[in-house]
């Protein structure tokens, strides 16, 4: 058993803003516990880097989207700890194409990844934070989950979809003093997308108030918020991350 005091979990940690937010948990006082689809060797420089800075860091290969994969991943981390008390639903896939062009097997990848896989998790995580009374879920959304995007059905659907879930599971956990919450980022400087070609990304940065491209600790600060003690008394709600791209 690890000694850490407490234990966070945070789905995709290998890259990107999940890497950022288990950095950010990088803590003698936690334990972070991440899993991966099947970037290994991105999967250890998280660990590299969340021990560096002194942290408590773990790392499982586990597809959300399959359930046997998501049981196997979180009965790893109880052979470690006994309990979780944030789980951060961050994972993610972005598959495109125009509706008319967009493959069936894209959209269901899409769907069973980024809905499916948060209610995976979440039903694992739930079932050990009612019998603690206290847990922190929180949910990466997507600024297009309100507003849609042209080319990303699947994608924002997904997306909006989780605000939804958010708000059931807030409901239905709340008397065990369980909130659920989520982070909505607009535009941040992750692999997904970095391939845009510059001209998209002008375009896009023409619509941000803030007039940037966001980055992954951004992301990061707005979950260590939402699992800290000040928000306490919130739970149901988004935060936008997204430089006023959408109000
Ligand atoms: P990213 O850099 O592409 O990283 C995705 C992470 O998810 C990786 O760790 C990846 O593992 C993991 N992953 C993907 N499919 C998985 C699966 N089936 N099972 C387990 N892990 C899986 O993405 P990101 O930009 O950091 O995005 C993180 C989250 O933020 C996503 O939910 C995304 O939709 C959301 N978001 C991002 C942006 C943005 O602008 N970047 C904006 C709004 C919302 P591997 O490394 O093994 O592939």
């Given at each position: 058993m690890t000694k850490a005091k407490r234990t966070i979990v945070v789905t995709g940690?290998?890259?990107g803003i999940g890497r950022a937010i288990s950095l950010e948990f990088a803590d003698s006082d936690i334990c972070v516990y991440f899993n991966y689809l099947s970037n290994k060797a991105e999967a250890d420089k998280t660990i590299t880097l969340i021990k560096k800075a002194g942290g408590c860091g773990y790392a499982f290969k586990a597809d959300i989207s399959v359930f046997d994969e998501v049981k196997t991943f979180f009965d790893k981390i109880f052979q470690h700890t006994e309990k979780i008390d944030i789980l951060v639903n961050n994972a993610g896939i972005s598959k495109n194409g125009l509706i008319p062009l967009l493959k069936e097997s894209d959209w269901d990848k899409t769907i069973n990844t980024n809905l499916k896989g948060i209610f995976l998790c979440t039903k694992i995580a739930a079932k050990k934070m009612i019998r603690q009374k206290y847990g922190r879920i929180i949910n990466i959304s997507s600024v297009v989950g309100f507003t849609g995007s042209a080319g990303q059905a699947g994608y924002s659907a997904s997306k909006a979809g989780i605000i939804a879930f958010t708000k059931s599971a807030a409901q239905e956990l709340a008397s065990r003093n369980i909130t659920v919450n989520a982070v909505a980022p607009g535009f941040i400087n992750t692999d997904m997308t970095r391939a845009l070609t510059e001209k998209v990304k002008k375009k896009i940065v023409a619509k941000i108030p803030l007039e940037k491209i966001g980055e992954d600790r951004n992301v990061a600060d707005a979950v260590k918020f939402l699992s800290s003690e000040q928000a306490s008394?919130?739970?149901g709600q988004v935060i936008h991350v997204n430089g006023g791209m959408y109000m």
């Open positions: 940690g290998s890259r008394y919130i739970t």
